[in-house]
């Protein structure tokens, strides 16, 4: 059996940059800012894109941050509360088997994991 690494092909570098210059502006209006749904973050994320769900999959895919995520890191640094926790803005609606957050607006402690590993994958270049 062969076993193929994300990061060892050509293909996945021609695709990342793609996705890099494509679907992280996907959340633009014509003018080149970001639309506010776009910007909000959820857990679980279901079958929603939206700007942490785009950059953790940049994070997890092992690319290296360059400055055409920059405006998108800083949009989600900022969310932060005065406690060091990100909100959960925009919960999708569907089956649970259990709860795991509280209502929009609260802190999420997964979009905080999420948002601190990307904060961390992006300051490490």
């Known amino acids: ?5 994300v990061r060892d092909s050509s293909a996945t ?8 210059d494509r679907k992280t502006q996907a959340g633009c209006s014509a003018r080149g800012t970001f639309t506010a749904a776009w910007t909000e973050i959820s857990f679980p994320t279901r ?3 939206d700007i942490l769900w785009g950059l953790d999959y940049l994070r997890r895919a092992g690319v290296a941050p ?23 803005e925009n919960p999708h609606p569907g089956p649970v088997h ?28």
Do not use: C, Q
């Not at 059996?1 to 690494?5: K, L």
């Not at 695709?15 to 890099?20: A, E, L, Q, R, V």
């Open 66 to 88: 360059d400055d055409r995520m920059a405006e998108a890191i800083d949009l989600v640094r900022k969310k932060r509360d005065e406690h060091g926790r990100w909100p959960l």
């Open 13 to 20: 570098t021609d695709s990342t940059n793609w996705f890099i």
């Open 47 to 49: 079958w929603h894109y």
């Open 1 to 5: 059996m062969v076993s193929y690494s």
């Open 98 to 125: 259990f709860e795991m957050e509280g209502r929009a607006g609260e802190p999420s402690r997964w979009n905080t994991l999420r948002v601190l590993r990307v904060l961390r994958w992006a300051s490490a270049s």
